[in-house]
């Protein structure tokens, strides 16, 4: 049974920083595309980083300098490592792991950013 687990959520105050983990079993996720999406209350779920199975990544605009995605292959995990937070990045976190017709979820983690 394949599974990602996200840790690393929790409440920070703004400015604050977290680092979101996303470890895979059942699945080597090496060979595979890793996304961090983000979903609010009351809003789609959105792309915010993504990490491709060469290591190339990519931002949304809302998090460029201040997320770094980042993949150890040795422990099938990837990272989310997220500073400067803003009340705006407050949401569920979601990894997801795919390659063609491969598409894997998540349970999601909380961040909360406070003022």
């Known amino acids: 049974q394949v599974q990602l687990v996200e840790t690393g959520g929790g409440s920070v105050q703004a400015g604050g920083s977290l680092r979101l983990s996303c470890v895979g079993s059942g699945t080597i996720l090496s060979d595979k595309t890793m996304c961090w999406f983000r979903q609010a209350p009351g809003k789609p779920r959105e792309l915010v980083a993504l990490i491709s199975s060469s290591g190339n990544t990519d931002y949304a605009d809302s998090v460029k300098g201040r997320y770094t995605n980042t993949r150890d292959n040795a422990k099938n995990t990837a990272y989310l490592q997220m500073n400067s937070l803003k009340t705006g990045d407050t949401g569920v976190y979601y990894c997801?792991?795919?390659?063609?017709?491969?598409?894997?979820w998540g349970q999601g983690t909380q961040v909360t950013v406070s003022d």
């Open positions: 997801h792991a795919g390659a063609r017709l491969i598409s894997y």
